[in-house]
Structure formats: structure tokens, C-alpha cells
């Protein structure tokens, strides 16, 4: 991750003081890029059959969304100072304790 971060920063142009402690403008651009690949996927289930695979062209296209989302995911994890790795490693620890509380189903940010 430490290199696609460091690639992402070259990138990242937009306004960063829209709000002190939120980062407002990537955190909204994430909603509206896993918009566009649910747009993407819910066109295949009401136009495709099931048994039809999907072309190189249809599966690029939604990785490049998956892309998109990334991308707007590590922007929000650098505003609030951190990086993907870190977020990554702390998402970790959370299932891992919430499976040895065998609360992995269910509801509630603290379970």
C-alpha cells in the first residue's frame, strides 16, 4: 500500500479545508464511485443471463471502479492522518477479536 499511496498523493487535488476534522470531499466521492460500480453490477444481474460470463471489457470496467474506490479510501485515510496499511491492519484486529467473541454476525459498530 505504501507505494500506491505515495502514488495517489501525487494525484490528490481537492479542497482539504471544507471541514476541520472530516474529510468531506473524499468521503463523499467514495459514495459516489461505489455508486457507479453498483450501477455497473446491478445492470449485469437485470440484463444477463446467469450461466453468461462477463466480458474483459465489463470486468475491467468494474475493476476500474474498485480502482476509483480505492483510491478514495486512501485519501480519506491520509486526511485523518493515517494510511491504508494501518486501516487495513486495525480491520484486522477488530474481526479477529469480534471472531473470538464469536460476534462476527449481528449488528452495532462494538460488538
Known sequence: FAD????????????RDLHPLVPVYPTLA???????LAEKVKK????????????????????????????????IAVDFGSTLEAVATLNVEKLQARSLRGTLHGSGDNR
Open 30 to 36: 467514495l459514495c459516489g464511485e461505489a455508486g457507479e
Open 44 to 75: 449485469i444481474l437485470r440484463d444477463r443471463p446467469k450461466d453468461q460470463p462477463l466480458t474483459p471489457e465489463e470486468t475491467e470496467g468494474m475493476l476500474k471502479e474498485v480502482g476509483d474506490c480505492l483510491w478514495y479510501l486512501n485519501a
Open 4 to 15: 500506491y499511496a505515495a502514488a495517489c498523493k501525487t494525484t490528490m487535488r481537492y479542497p
